[in-house]
């Protein structure tokens, strides 16, 4: 396994480790396409808790406010099969008064290279209102930095 961050994912800050099981495996001989949000989602989530301690760890009920996932997609470059170890590097690649857009990047350790990329859209939301809420500055800096 890489004991380094490999050279694609230099633009990340950071950077989760999937291992992949035997079960994501589908009858294609293949890690199933939908294992890959799943992934994903489990990168984002470590990243949101990481950026906002305050939005993670809560379930939505208690929450009055958070961030709400929009819009997702996967663009799949190189089927993974087990065994191996995925490196999903997360990005912040665009900001937008209410929202932002995560950009994974899925690094396949066996492989040595991207084997696919996601983005996300992440809104913040009022969920007593249901409606947006525009990012204030405290929280827009965050973001500014793992742009």
């Not at 099981?21 to 396409?33: A, I, K, Q």
């Not at 799943?38 to 305050?54: D, G, K, Q, V």
């Not at 932002?100 to 290279?113: E, N, P, R, T």
Request: hydrophobic share 40%; charged share 20%.
């Amino acid at each position: 396994m890489t004991t380094e961050k490999p050279h694609h994912l230099n633009g990340c800050k950071i950077v989760h480790t999937q291992k992949v099981v035997w079960g994501d495996m589908d009858s294609m001989n293949h890690v199933n396409n939908t294992k890959y949000f799943y992934y994903c989602e489990t990168a984002r989530i470590e990243f949101i808790r990481m950026l906002f301690p305050s939005f993670g760890g809560h379930p939505p009920s208690a929450m009055k406010t958070g961030l709400a996932l929009a819009e997702t997609s996967c663009r799949f470059k190189v089927p993974v099969t087990y065994p191996d170890t995925l490196l999903i590097g997360t990005i912040v690649s665009k900001i937008e008064e209410n929202q932002f857009f995560v950009k994974h990047s899925i690094y396949s350790d066996k492989l040595g290279l991207i084997a696919a990329e996601a983005e996300a859209r992440m809104v913040h939301f009022d969920f007593e209102k249901g409606q947006r809420l525009a990012f204030d500055d405290t929280l827009m800096a965050v973001l500014l930095e793992h742009q």
